[in-house]
């Protein structure tokens, strides 16, 4: 399955529809972006998967989540600067045979990631 992400606003405890992400190859300090995409009603990419197995490198990534844009727009009243702005997520593709599943859970004061499945 390749590369996938999904997002749950924790403050709401709904998916994050409409958060704008953007995915980046990262490398020697360098980003190349790879594509943007606002996230759908699921809090997922409307087109699936990021990367499928066959188009998935080995190598570093980043995910950027525009975080307060988000909270903004769903009325939240956020102090400037915002506690959290933009999310950024840097993470390692070592096996591109597996399913990586980069999830975030976030609200306007803190967020938490893992592996998914």
Avoid: C
Avoid at 3 to 26: C, F, I, K, N
Avoid at 31 to 52: E, I
Avoid at 55 to 84: M, N
């Amino acid at each position: 399955m390749g590369l996938s992400t999904h997002v749950l606003d924790t403050m709401h405890g709904t998916p994050a529809a409409g958060m704008q992400v953007t995915l980046y190859e990262t490398r020697g300090g360098g980003a190349t972006l790879v594509k943007r995409f606002r996230l759908n009603a699921d809090g997922r990419n409307p087109d699936g998967p990021l990367y499928d197995n066959a188009s998935l490198r080995a190598g570093t990534y980043r995910l950027s989540f525009e975080v307060a844009d988000y909270f903004r727009g769903r009325g939240v009243q956020l102090p400037e600067p915002p506690f959290l702005d933009v999310v950024h997520l840097d993470f390692g593709i070592a096996h591109t045979d597996q399913h990586y599943h980069v999830p975030l859970l976030v609200s306007p004061w803190s967020h938490s990631t893992y592996r998914g499945s």
